[in-house]
Structure formats: structure tokens, C-alpha cells
């Protein structure tokens, strides 16, 4: 088989191991798979599931202390496992190239992006006059609009959507006949990483490159990939079309990830997430059986005992259960309804703030990262509040928790009396009535501290709880968020994501509090502990009556869990309503785009509405209108001239736009047209 027939990749029975304490741990238990040329493959499965190590294995790459212990890797029919140490740096260095889900740490922060980008170029033997211009080229290919003026940059000057498009500028010099992406837009806003997996397409379609998608975003891989394969435990235990395997799921595992996602339509005071129960097995532990067998509701003697055989379904499908067709009847881990009782208002809002805004000094420069913003939060609801990165939500959530002074003018109350814009200055009633959930756990918690010591200085601190009183708190905490209380003398290192972000519930719910911010909460998990948080959370509400400030880029999490939704850009409200009516059209022509850059699992996508250019600098925000220069509605003068209010425009619905309600009800029944100006948006399917 020559290069140009054989497959882009193939693993064949891989099996790579960890050596901890003198001891080989299994990792990847023959794993066999293969991706043709000009495919896209993706790879899904929960974090600790083997997913990036074998992504390294197949790069040669891995740590110190992982090995391969046996199985084939070919590339292009080269065989990586008898190549040479420097065969295989000229493999890297020619024929396969990997995206990294943090592109900040692939670039060199003290390289300017033109110098990092020509180095492939001069690695592959151009000269540097050569390796400049072929730069400038391969800028412009990845959407770059001024490719001459980011050269100049450091990546810190950058926004994380052009760093990820300069990360795959890079990754496609050596044009590789396979392309590694690892979780590639994970921590991206829905229209960057919209644009992303639009370039991928795009450039895989014009290069013709083959495509190793790993993600545990199960949405993004159905938009992007032609098959599909699920690992879990490091064995594969589904693999075939992506539309099959997504519309007819039969291993329980794959059944279980689907149902933990928010789909379209469900809503926290109605339905309940299902999750899948229990944990993943610890690193190489003894599995005779099913791997899955501990978490399995269908799971029988002959699932501890044997494992099942890779049965072929048809058509490229296979699932390795001994019950496959009784896959889809997996039974539920949760109840599917919960009808949740509406509170009673008195109609005081527990927050209330008015004319909010905040100007940073930057350089020499204003920077209004928040510009009179006025908004209220009604007892027991959860507010969404959603946007592109610079957008202003985790300015606005600081300012309400004092963490940043606003400008002069601003108020905040809480339950009607003012609250000091400092935290310092304030009462420590109101600093236990205000908590937070931050978005990274591990950087949240102290990590020389045990969760019993973490939790027990946040009931000190906050409501003066000591000795046995304080105990007895400690463990109702630990049960309210569904925390073992075997785990209270572990530290954070030794729990899962999860759990981790179970602590950080706790301790923000240590002092009873009115409001609890959520800043992306759920963001970095996977999908089997993003649903039970979820879940955790709507319980803590309807059980505490506690209030909600939701923040995040993951549009169904915020329809699943909010009342209302609050949209911001660059600093301006454009969007207020219940969360329904927000969803539903018509919508502000910015909410618009971005529900229309969400992928769906189910397959079933809005037109997409691509927004092109950068979002504009808030030290010099645009005339009239802010979203006038990236509007797909654009009408011409008055937007740029006139900026529109915050008019309601529906019972409830607030929105800031020229054009009427109604037009924008009409327009929005059809895709938008090109607008005949310098940056217009454009609407692909």
C-alpha cells in the first residue's frame, strides 16, 4: 500500500501504560482505529478517558512515564513504532501537526506571532524573505483580515479566537497529511469558536487534510466529523458514523452522554438532567469485564465476568456490549420531570442596579469596559447573562460582589438598601449575602488545605460557626451538594473536577447567601458532570430560594437553567426578557448571531450568521449604535449616527435596536442578506 492509498492513520490494537510507584498503569487498551484520507474523526469521552493520550502516543510524544507497551501507530503507512527517533522528528515536523486546547501556551509570549509563524516556514527550508511572505499568506488563509499588522504583535495582544487561528496558521504551513485537534475550542464564546470550526472546514476542505478531532463537546464533533468513535476507560466502545452513532446509540455509555445534555427546550423547573452515576476507574485498575460494568443500569453477571466482543452493528457501526440492542432502554438516573412551584414575589428585587459603569486606564487610554447599565434580579430567579469575551459580564459581576469599584454614579442594593462599592467597606451581612462560583476550581481552592479546612474557614469567616455547631454545619453543607463525607480530609489534588467544584458550591453556600454569581461554573467540565451540577444547582435553588447571576458562553446551559437573560456587548445592555422569549425570534440581531453560531447535538442548526472583524476596542467604541459595524441588520445612517434605547418592546422584553419588533419578527423568518459595506456579516448554511 502506498503513501497516497494507505490510510492518514491507523492504530491497531495500541496499548499504552503510566508507570506510578515503580508500577505500569494501563491506559489505552488496544485501541484499533483508522482514519482515511480527507476524513474527519472524532474521539469523545469523559476527561481521564485516555482521549489526549493517545493523541500524544500517536505524536510519539509522551511523558517520561508513559510507554507504549505494545500495537501498531501508522501514518501515511509509515510505521511509527520502528522509525528512529529523528524519523520521527521529521514526521512531526512534515506530516503531522496538533492544535492545543490552550493556544496562549503553544505561543511564545516573547516571539512575535510573524517570527513564530516563519519559523516552520525556514524549518522547512524556505529563507527568510520566502518564509515572511508565505507567513503573510497563511495568515490571510485563517481569516485574518490585516495579517501584516498581527505579524507585528505578541500573542498576549490578541483575543483567544486569534491566537486558536494562529495556533492552526501554524499547524498548516507544513501542509500534514493528518491534523490533530485536542479540544480545540473549549473556554472559546460561541462565535469564536463558531468561526474556528467554520475555518477547520474550510482549510481541511482546501488542503485536503485528514482530521483527529478529540472533544468532549459531543455538538461540536456531530458539526465537524464523518465517524465517530467513544472511549471509555481506554478501551473504544462505539464507533461509526457520526449521524448513526449520534441518532442510534447502542452502548449505555454513549446512551448516558447524551442525556446529559441540555437539549433545546428543556428547562430546570420542569425537566431534570440524567447523569451518569459513579466515577471512572481508577488508572489502571483490573477490568476482566465491561469496563463500563460499575456505571451500567443494564449491567449483568456475564458483564463482570467476560468482555464483550466489538460487535459489527452494519454500516461501519459497532459497540462492544453484550446488550446493545437493549442499549436505549438504559434506565434513567434521575427522574426526567420535576414540576417546581413558582415563588411569591413581593416585588422588591434582591439586586438592583443602576447606571452601572466602569472605565479602566489603560496605556493612556479610557477603557469603558461597562457603560450605564441598569438592571434588576428578582428573588429566587436566575438571570443569565451572556456575550463575547469583552463584553463586560465578569466586570459586571465583580462590581456587584465589590470585588472591582465602579465609577462614581453607580448604585447597587441589595433587597433595598445601598451596598458600598468596595468590599471592604461593606457589612459582613452583605459580604455573606453576595458569594461566588468561580469557573477554575484548582486555582479557587487552596490546594494545601483539606476540603474540611477549606469549608470549616468559610463558615468561621462568614457566619462565626465554632466546635461542634460548626461541625454539624459542615456536614449538612457536604450533603446539600451531594459530597461524601468520607472525602472532608481529602485535598483538592485528590478529587475529580467534579467533586472540586462541589467544595466551591459549598463554600459560596456557607453562609446561607441571597445571590450567588456563577461565573462559567460548568464550562471546563464534561458533560456527565456539567449535568450533575446543573441538577445540583436547580436543587439548591428551589430548596434555599437562592438567587442566581448565571454567567456563561455555553448558550443551552443558560436556556436549561435561567429565567431571564441579559445579552451584553461591549459593555452596553442590547437584550433583556425571559429566557423563552429571548430564545424564540425575534431577537436584538446580536442575540440572534450568536444562537445562531451554537452547534446542536441533534443536528439541527439555525442558518449560521457569521460575524466578521473583531469585537471593537472599548477605548474607542463605535458612533451611534456599538454593533452597528458588525450588525447583519445594518440599515445605514442612523445606526451609525444615533444610538437606540433600551425600549421594551414586548411585555417583559427589552431591547436596543432601531429597527421595529415587528420588521425584525419578518426579517428574521429568513436569512439575512450580505450587507454592501467595509465589514459585513454574511450567512452560510
Known amino acids: 500500500m502506498t503513501a497516497a492509498t494507505a490510510p492518514a492513520l491507523e492504530l491497531d490494537d495500541l496499548n499504552v501504560a503510566y508507570t506510578v510507584r515503580g508500577i505500569d498503569r494501563p ?48 501514518i501515511a503507512g509509515q510505521e511509527l513504532m520502528s522509525m528512529s527517533e529523528d524519523g520521527v522528528r521529521n514526521l512531526r515536523a512534515t506530516q503531522v501537526s496538533m492544535v492545543y486546547q490552550n493556544p496562549g501556551a503553544a505561543l511564545n509570549p516573547s516571539i512575535h506571532i510573524g517570527d513564530q509563524v516563519a519559523e516552520v516556514f525556514e524549518i522547512a527550508g524556505g529563507s527568510g524573505a520566502q518564509a ?19 505579524m507585528r504583535r505578541y500573542p498576549h495582544q490578541l483575543s483567544g479566537g486569534m491566537q486558536q487561528r494562529v495556533v492552526i496558521a501554524m499547524a498548516l504551513a507544513k501542509d500534514p497529511a493528518l491534523l490533530i485537534l485536542d479540544e480545540p475550542t473549549t473556554g472559546l464564546d460561541a462565535t469564536v469558536e463558531a468561526e474556528v470550526l467554520d475555518l477547520v472546514a474550510l482549510l481541511r476542505g482546501e488542503f485536503g487534510t485528514s482530521v483527529f478531532f478529540i472533544s468532549h463537546n459531543l455538538a461540536v464533533i456531530r458539526r465537524m466529523c464523518e465517524r ?22 447502542r452502548h449505555p455509555y454513549t446512551v448516558g452522554l447524551l442525556r446529559c445534555i441540555p437539549k433545546g427546550g428543556l428547562r430546570k423547573d420542569v425537566h431534570r438532567l440524567d447523569s451518569i452515576p459513579g466515577f471512572l ?39 462492544r456490549c453484550h446488550f446493545h440492542d437493549e442499549a436505549q432502554t438504559l434506565p434513567r438516573t434521575t427522574p426526567s420531570h420535576t414540576e417546581v412551584p413558582k415563588r411569591e414575589s413581593n416585588g422588591v428585587p ?35 447573562l451572556v456575550g463575547e469575551s469583552g463584553s463586560g459580564k465578569t466586570t459586571f459581576a465583580r462590581l456587584l460582589l465589590g470585588l472591582t469599584e465602579p465609577d462614581q454614579g453607580s448604585i447597587v442594593e441589595l433587597e433595598g438598601h445601598p451596598l458600598a462599592p468596595r468590599i471592604a467597606k461593606r457589612s459582613s451581612d452583605d459580604v455573606r449575602a453576595l458569594q461566588i462560583v468561580f469557573q477554575n476550581p484548582d486555582a479557587a481552592l487552596n490546594r494545601r488545605f483539606s476540603v474540611r479546612r477549606i469549608i470549616n474557614r468559610a463558615l468561621t469567616k462568614l457566619v462565626g460557626a465554632k466546635g461542634e455547631g ?44 441571597l445571590v450567588v454569581v456563577c461565573d462559567e461554573p460548568t464550562s471546563a467540565l464534561d458533560v456527565s458532570v456539567q449535568a450533575a451540577i446543573l441538577n445540583l444547582l436547580a436543587d439548591l435553588q428551589r430548596d434555599k430560594g437562592v438567587t442566581y447571576l448565571f454567567i456563561s458562553h455555553d448558550l443551552g446551559v443558560v436556556r436549561y ?42 443536528g439541527e442548526e439555525r442558518p449560521r450568521i457569521r460575524l466578521e472583524g473583531e469585537i471593537p476596542s472599548a477605548a474607542d467604541p463605535p458612533s451611534g449604535c456599538v454593533f452597528h459595524t458588525r450588525c447583519p441588520r445594518y440599515l445605514g445612517a442612523i445606526c451609525e449616527e444615533q444610538e437606540p434605547p433600551l425600549a421594551e418592546v414586548e411585555r417583559g422584553h427589552f431591547m436596543r435596536c432601531h429597527i421595529p419588533v415587528d420588521e425584525l419578527r419578518r426579517l428574521q423568518a429568513e436569512p439575512p442578506p450580505p450587507r454592501a459595506r467595509g465589514s459585513q456579516a454574511k450567512t452560510t448554511s
Open 470 to 513: 460548626r461541625d454539624t454545619r459542615l456536614r449538612e453543607l457536604a450533603h446539600s451538594v451531594r459530597f461524601d463525607v468520607r472525602l472532608l480530609g481529602a485535598r483538592p489534588a485528590q478529587l475529580s473536577g467534579g467533586l472540586k467544584q462541589r467544595v466551591a458550591i459549598a463554600r459560596a453556600f456557607a453562609g446561607e447567601p
Open 561 to 602: 437553567l435561567s429565567d431571564r437573560i441579559a445579552v451584553l456587548y461591549l459593555g452596553r445592555l442590547m437584550e433583556v426578557g425571559d429566557a423563552e422569549t429571548v430564545f424564540s425570534a425575534p431577537h436584538h440581531p446580536y442575540t440572534e448571531a450568536l444562537l445562531s453560531a451554537v452547534p446542536s447535538v441533534e
Open 27 to 74: 491506559v489505552l487498551r488496544g485501541v484499533t482505529l483508522s482514519i482515511a484520507q480527507g476524513e474527519s474523526y472524532g474521539l469523545v469521552g469523559e476527561s481521564g478517558c485516555g482521549k489526549s493520550t493517545a493523541a500524544f502516543a500517536l505524536m510519539r510524544y509522551l511523558p517520561r512515564n508513559g510507554k507504549i507497551q505494545s500495537g501498531s501507530i501508522r
Open 228 to 249: 465517530v468513535g467513544v472511549l471509555y476507560a481506554g478501551r473504544l466502545v462505539e464507533e461509526g458514523q457520526a449521524e448513526t452513532v449520534f441518532t442510534d446509540p
Open 132 to 150: 515572511r511572505e508565505r507567513t503573510h499568506e497563511i495568515l490571510g488563509k485563517v481569516q485574518i483580515s490585516d495579517p501584516a499588522r498581527v
Open 350 to 384: 434582591v439586586v438592583k442596579a443602576e447606571h452601572m459603569a466602569k472605565t479602566f486606564h489603560q496605556e493612556g487610554h479610557d477603557v469603558r469596559a461597562l457603560d450605564d447599565l441598569s438592571i434588576e434580579i428578582r428573588p429566587g430567579e436566575t438571570l443569565g
Open 281 to 319: 476507574p481508577q488508572l489502571g485498575a483490573d477490568l476482566p469485564g465491561c469496563v463500563f460494568t460499575d456505571r451500567c443500569g443494564l449491567a449483568r453477571e456475564i458483564c463482570r465476568e467476560h468482555e464483550p466482543e466489538f460487535h459489527q452493528l452494519g454500516g461501519g457501526h459497532a459497540s
